[in-house]
């Protein structure tokens, strides 16, 4: 499985994105898609995920009610929308793939996401 990430760019504080993660191969392995971010300085984090087949979504704590993500099976895609970005927000994003439920086995290139105060 292939993933390629992108969208992201430069935003003012209260602004919007929206990321894009096409997937490519052996997508009828995937059980689940996320996404993750990772801050200078920081370990990469956990900020969404949905399964494949049902659609069930969980987030970050730091996340919720402000990014919403949704899959479009048809088109082998993700999408993360984030609303109501804060400088806090600012990281690489990264979009990955899982083939079992806690398992993320594929990952795509990061995607900067930069949000100015």
């Known amino acids: 499985v292939q993933l390629q990430a992108f969208g992201g760019g430069l935003v003012q504080d209260g602004g919007s994105l929206r990321l894009s993660c096409a997937a490519s191969?052996?997508?009828?392995?995937?059980?689940?898609m996320g996404w993750f971010r990772q801050a200078p300085g920081e370990e990469r984090k956990f900020v969404a995920r949905?399964?494949?087949?049902?659609?069930?979504?969980n987030y970050a704590d730091s996340v919720k009610g402000r990014f919403t993500i949704s899959r479009d099976n048809a088109k082998n895609t993700v999408t993360l929308q984030m609303n109501s970005l804060k400088p806090e927000d600012t990281a690489v994003y990264y979009c990955?793939?899982?083939?079992?439920?806690?398992?993320?086995?594929?990952w795509g290139q990061g995607t900067l996401v930069t949000v100015s105060s």
């Open positions: 949905i399964t494949w087949s049902g659609g069930s979504a």
């Open positions: 191969g052996r997508t009828f392995s995937i059980y689940a």
């Open positions: 990955a793939a899982g083939k079992y439920i806690a398992t993320y086995d594929y």
